[in-house]
């Protein structure tokens, strides 16, 4: 039976004597209470590091899943759009900077087609008529700068009786299978008055009859920092989404920026502002009512290069193809990108999408 134990070791002893001889040894016995409280400690420390790793995988588990919900959520709350008689892609120029995305591009002229694709890496369907809308994937912005020609100053003012005036009806026809959230419409300042204001009428109505609120207004390049005289009319229609104060969305004031063509082009030019870039005309003489490329500069007479064109109507960093003739008509049928980028800016402002940049 153990009557004496060693404090340090923890040894049991029955008699005293044999006690009194343990603790009276020349070398003293091995503490065993400091090596089980190393060995807790150990055990203890092993746990803890066990214990603070498991804690960080579900921390870092936690983060995954954030980001890949926060990822899904992005693609699913992303602002998507078509582009209808897309050209070399204004709309799609700027849409791209806020984050929109593009589920369908399409046009006719080749050129153009190919810029697109080398461009923005998006294969653009042919004529419009041909497609059915049915089968295109949900969006909500339909873009559409729709031929021009038969309300132009420089067409023969045929309007819906042209045939390109009747393109018209196949946006509508996107319209009604898809009901877009918001619809651009994009044209020269001539449709408000065309055929004395009817066409114009014509296309809001059919608008309204569908449900959308109108707004419109014409833009001028030379407002907002790019020195063309070159004026666009924008209509605009809203329908199931909510917008902020829509009588306001056209107050463009913070976009305002004067600048003149020596600024903007770097050359010493007798004219402060561009005329407007045109497809046909070229090479018109200087003083010729017709010209539209042709400039004093440093007293020498001066042609707008393709370059020049392209910053003109706002384009940077565009890689572009095609002979000269085909980039010209590109570039006299396009929308200057600082129209598209001013409208996707005002959407976001004005309504409930959200900007993914």
């Known amino acids: 039976m153990v009557k004496y134990s060693c404090e340090r070791c923890g040894k049991g002893f029955s008699q005293k004597s044999h006690y009194d001889s343990h603790n009276k040894r020349k070398t003293p016995c091995e503490n065993n209470a400091d090596k089980i409280k190393v060995l807790i400690d150990k055990v203890v420390e092993e746990k803890l590091k066990e214990l603070n790793k498991k804690l960080i995988i579900e921390n870092n588990k936690v983060n995954i899943n954030t980001d890949i919900m926060q990822l899904l959520e ?9 582009d209808l008689f897309c050209g070399m892609g204004s709309f799609h120029y700027s849409f791209q900077k806020l984050g929109f995305k593009c589920v369908m591009a399409c046009d006719i002229y080749k050129p153009a087609k190919e810029n697109y694709k080398k461009n923005y890496n998006i294969d653009v369907l042919g004529d419009i008529c041909d497609i059915d809308p049915s089968i295109i994937e949900s969006y909500d912005i339909l873009c559409a700068g729709f031929p021009c020609q038969p309300f132009s100053q420089a067409g023969h003012h045929k309007g819906f009786k042209d045939s390109r005036g009747t393109m018209f009806s196949q946006v509508m026809r996107f319209v009604k299978i898809n009901i877009p959230k918001v619809v651009i419409l994009e044209n020269v300042q001539a449709l408000l008055n065309h055929n004395k204001g009817k066409s114009f009428a014509k296309i809001k109505e059919d608008l309204e009859k569908e449900g959308y609120n109108i707004i419109y207004k014409v833009l001028k390049c030379n407002d907002y ?13 809203f329908k199931n989404i909510e917008v902020n104060n829509l009588d306001n969305f056209f107050e463009l004031s913070e976009y305002k920026k004067n600048t003149t063509l020596t600024d903007y082009l770097g050359q010493n030019f007798k004219k402060d502002v561009a005329y407007t870039l045109r497809c046909g005309g070229k090479h018109s003489a200087i003083n010729d009512r017709h010209n539209w490329d042709g400039y004093w500069v440093d007293d020498k007479e001066y042609r707008l290069t393709i370059d020049d064109g392209l910053k003109l109507q706002g384009f940077n960093n565009y890689d572009f193809v095609g002979n000269k003739n085909e980039k010209w008509k590109m570039l006299g049928n396009t929308i200057p990108t600082i129209f598209t980028e001013i409208i996707g800016k005002q959407i976001i402002k004005h309504t409930s999408f959200n900007s993914n940049v």
């Open 225 to 237: 920092g790019i020195p063309q005289m070159r004026k666009r009319l924008f209509i605009i229609g």
């Open 74 to 82: 992005n693609q699913i709350n992303q602002v998507k759009y078509i």
